[in-house]
C-alpha cells in the first residue's frame, strides 16, 4: 500500500501479511523514500560548504537537488582528485581547493551515501518487496 510515497508493510513472524488490525500481533514497518532521502540530505549538509568547493572544481555552478546525483558528482570529483585533477597551480590559484581533511569528510560521506543508495534499490527495486528482501539493508543502515 502507498501511503504518502511509503511503502507500507505489516510483518507477522517476518512475513507480508495484509491484515492491520492487530497492532499487537503485527510490527509495523514504514520504509520511506523521502525519509531516507532526509537522511543523506541531512549528511551533505554538515559538509554543504565542501561540497559547494568540490562542485566549483567540477564546474558546476548549483548544488544538485536529488542526493544520489550529488553523491554521484562528489565521487567523480574524489577520482580526479586522486588522479592529481585539482593539484595543478592553475586550478589551485583559480579555485578555493578543500583541504585533505575536507576530502576525508567528502569520502565518507559518500561511502555512506552509496550504501544508503544500495539500500533503496533493494528496497523499491523489487515490485513485492518482503521482510527477507528489505530487513538485511536496514540493519545495514543502522550498523552506520
Known amino acids: 500500500v502507498l501511503l504518502g510515497g511509503c ?66 558528482k562528489l565521487q567523480d570529483a574524489l577520482k580526479l582528485k586522486v588522479l592529481g585533477g585539482f593539484s595543478s597551480e592553475s586550478v589551485l590559484q583559480q579555485c578555493d581547493v578543500p583541504s585533505e581533511e575536507e576530502w576525508a569528510k567528502v569520502g565518507s560521506n559518500c561511502r555512506i551515501a552509496e550504501e544508503i543508495y544500495e539500500v533503496v534499490k533493494g528496497l523499491f527495486g523489487f515490485k513485492r518487496p518482503t521482510a527477507n528482501l528489505f530487513l538485511p539493508y536496514l540493519q545495514e543502515i543502522r550498523a552506520y
Do not use: N
Open 7 to 72: 511503502r507500507h508493510l505489516s510483518l507477522h513472524k517476518g512475513r507480508h501479511s495484509r491484515d492491520v488490525g492487530r497492532p499487537k500481533q503485527l510490527t509495523r514497518c514504514f520504509i520511506c523514500r523521502t525519509i531516507i532521502s532526509q537522511m543523506v540530505k541531512k549528511g551533505f549538509k554538515e559538509i554543504k560548504d565542501i561540497i559547494r568547493k568540490v562542485l566549483e572544481l567540477l564546474a558546476w555552478s548549483k548544488s544538485l537537488s536529488l542526493w544520489y546525483l550529488t553523491s554521484s
